[in-house]
């Protein structure tokens, strides 16, 4: 197999694909298609080019973030037609008007009322497709040569699923479920974690914030700032790649409050580190780097956000955020899991209620145990990144973002 070949036609596919992405949800371009982006580049998720870096990566490991980048290709396409028909009923029922609604509603029995609304359309609208796009990832992994999705993905980890589940069940025996006052369901979050209460102590232009923080840690700002208002653009900060290192967006369309903050530095974390990969490195060492690294750092970056305010509110707050994002994490994991193994099958429904009950302390429905499947298990890479946040103090932080 000719790797040279293979990757210059993986960073042109990454450059198209992240550069529609981010033209997308930056406001700036209204058309958004990676079904048909996917087709173009077709022979990138081929058997043979699969088949080809499988062999190379037994005799090379390094390599595996080829064969990851190409079978994670494939299963998205297989499950793509079911993602873009969930993704319409999204929009035609408005999901991300309810979320926002839920943020904003001071009322418990309103937000009952909301979730109630939300709920409804998952059982209507989103189950179906849900189920189907992750029977299509099941059905890939065993057709690519695999015997089961779990010995796929284990393979492209290099990694012992079964040995990361472990370690989820150990992390939730060893912690309590932390106290969020004012959380008692599911539907309460959003509010909750808006903690619009923080807001007096926030700075004021958040973009400004990061600009300083950045200074303080003598990191350069490598990467494009886009804090315009658009029509169109994403609410939520992100980090678009369009080519590592040269041409990486940070995008914010800024609301305020605490998650948006944190969402910033978050992504801001990315940024650092996307810009301070070697440019003659090759494609894999740039745009593939190991995510559990990447979002460890992009944790750690988050606490330099509130690292001025002082005020202990807002730290026991975090504190018991971050606790209850690890406790989910590893429920959301185990579920992902018994997912890949036994498919949709019913009798998961109710225990996936009575472990996210379990782990997270809350009232928690049955209704989204498919919306919330996670059939590429990007909940493991989350949760070794948050153990691995934690271990990184704010003196190392600089340095391991741009090493």
Known sequence: MDL??????????????????????????????????????????????????????????????????????????????????????????????????????????????????????????????AAEGLERVRAQARALGWPSARALLSELRGADLGALAAEAQ?????????????????????????????DAVLPADPVAHLRAALRTAGLPERFAIDAAPRPGKSPRAFCAAVTVPGDVHLVVAPRGGLPD??????????????????????????????????????????????????????????????????????A?????LDLLDEGPHPALRERYARRMAAATGLDWPSAPWLVTADPLLGSADYLRALGRARGLRDAQLSAALTG
């Open 170 to 198: 150990a992390l939730l025996r060893a912690t309590a479920v932390p106290v969020l006052p004012g959380a008692h369901a599911r539907h309460d979050l959003p509010h909750v974690l808006r903690a619009a209460w923080a």
């Open 332 to 336: 959301t994991l185990l579920h992902g």
């Open 261 to 330: 903050l944190l969402a910033l530095f978050h992504e801001a974390g990315h940024a650092v580190h996307l810009t301070h990969r070697d440019p003659a490195a090759p494609f894999e060492a740039r745009h593939l780097t190991d995510r559990a690294e990447t979002e460890a750092l992009a944790f750690a970056f988050e606490r330099l956000a509130t690292a001025g305010t002082g005020d202990d509110r807002v730290a026991a707050h975090l504190e018991a955020v971050e606790l209850l994002r690890a406790r989910h994490l590893a």
């Open 4 to 129: 040279d070949a293979y990757r210059a036609r993986a960073q042109a596919f990454a450059t198209e694909l992240n550069g529609a992405h981010h033209r997308r949800f930056a406001g700036l371009d209204a058309r958004w298609d990676p079904e048909a982006l996917h087709a173009r580049h077709a022979g990138l998720f081929s058997d043979a080019a699969i088949d080809g870096l499988r062999t190379a990566t037994a005799t090379d490991p390094a390599l595996r973030p080829l064969l990851r980048f190409a079978v994670e290709g494939r299963l998205g396409a297989a499950a793509a037609p079911a993602d873009a028909r969930r993704a319409q009923a999204e929009t035609d029922e408005g999901v991300a008007a309810m979320g926002a609604a839920l943020e904003a509603e001071p009322d418990p029995g309103r937000r009952a009322a909301l979730e109630e609304d939300r709920l409804d359309v998952v059982a209507r609208r989103l189950t179906a497709p």
